[in-house]
């Protein structure tokens, strides 16, 4: 038994039992893993998979039992090669975030521009997802970290971290009748109009949709989508009124758009980096979570990692207070690199 057939068997597990697509998702060829897959059956002594002619049509109740262990072995075996690489101080490998479309396109591309600066021999893959997906792709191992936003409650399936708070914004063409508030409308104002917002307010359970019925109303959803570019452009369209994160929104698009920011109007949001607690973390990626909370102290979140002391997060700051930090950093670079080079 050898780690690259627990591989290929947990590949197949994954792909469907497609052993086609399984090829591709660990760069081998279909025979080479049919014949892995054969001797380690064989050594075994029996099936993992139920066969209907060439095909494999499900997992035994024993293959169950294998696989499970398989993923446990291989997770190990990961560990103790993250291990090794932090105590040597290695400065290369690869780093799987699942986030959503908004961390990934509004949050994530300064920081990860400073972790690149920093590791430039680490490649970072970005798996934009919606929210119950993020979650799952950390649960099956497709993801080292994952970042999250909920409205109150702590994030399950791993090891949660809060980063920072944000509010919402309503968001209309500059033409609309709400754009000449100078803030957000009231909950019955707003439910007057169609609303364009993220998937997620379709489920009975959301934030945005527990705010309306707290207050008696009705919500009218007319659009969702997981990108909030695209919840800006139907915005433009004249589709409804948007809802969506504040950090979605830059300074090209208040050209035609305006932006009416609305505290207390929705619960607060809180975003989430979600470890795995079963994984060890390579230092650059505690590097990355401490660049994008700076109030983390990068030691303290190791120890608590290594079970060595029990979690006592600090109060995460708003994204307001980041961002404004982040610009104010960005226009003293200039001037310090002119008093270095002098």
Not at 109 to 126: C, D, F, G, N
Not at 159 to 178: I, K, N, Q, Y
Request: overall charge positive; charged content about 25%.
């Amino acid at each position: 038994m050898t780690l690259t057939q627990l591989r290929y068997l947990i590949a197949i597990a994954d792909s469907g039992l497609n052993i086609t697509l399984a090829a591709e998702r660990v760069h081998a060829t279909q025979p080479g893993i049919s014949k892995q897959l054969k001797q380690l059956e064989d050594e075994l002594g029996f099936q993992i998979f139920a066969r209907k002619g060439k095909s494999l049509e499900r997992i035994t109740p024993a293959g169950v039992q294998v696989i499970d262990r398989a993923r446990v072995i291989l997770a190990e075996a990961a560990n103790i090669r993250a291990l090794a690489a932090n105590l040597r101080n290695e400065a290369q490998g690869e780093l799987r975030i699942a986030t959503t479309h908004t961390q990934a396109r509004f949050v994530l591309p300064r920081t990860v521009a400073a972790l690149k600066r920093r590791y430039p021999q680490v490649s970072v893959h970005l798996k934009p997802s919606g929210d119950a997906e993020v979650l799952a792709l950390l649960e099956r191992g497709e993801a080292d970290i994952a970042l999250v936003s909920t409205a109150g409650s702590v994030p399950a399936g791993g090891f949660a971290v809060p980063l920072f708070r944000w509010d919402r914004h309503v968001l209309v063409p500059r033409s609309h009748p709400l754009a000449r508030l100078d803030a957000a409308p009231r909950l019955d104002e707003l439910a007057e109009y169609p609303l364009v917002s993220y998937e997620s307010s379709l489920k009975p359970d959301s934030s945005l949709r527990r705010a309306f019925l707290g207050a008696g109303l009705l919500p009218r959803i007319a659009i969702t989508a997981r990108d909030a570019d695209l919840i800006k452009t139907y915005v433009r369209a004249g589709l409804g009124v948007g809802v969506l994160a504040e950090m979605a929104m830059t300074p090209e698009d208040q050209v035609d758009l305006k932006a009416l920011p609305a505290p207390g109007l929705f619960p607060v949001c809180t975003t989430w980096v979600v470890l795995r607690r079963d994984r060890v973390l390579r230092d650059y990626a505690l590097d990355l979570i401490a660049d994008l909370a700076p109030q983390l102290d990068r030691r303290g979140l190791r120890r608590v990692l290594d079970g060595v002391t029990t979690p006592d997060w600090p109060q995460p700051p708003h994204w307001r207070q980041l961002a404004a930090r982040a610009e104010n950093g960005s226009a003293a670079a200039p001037a310090l690199a002119a008093a270095r080079a002098a």
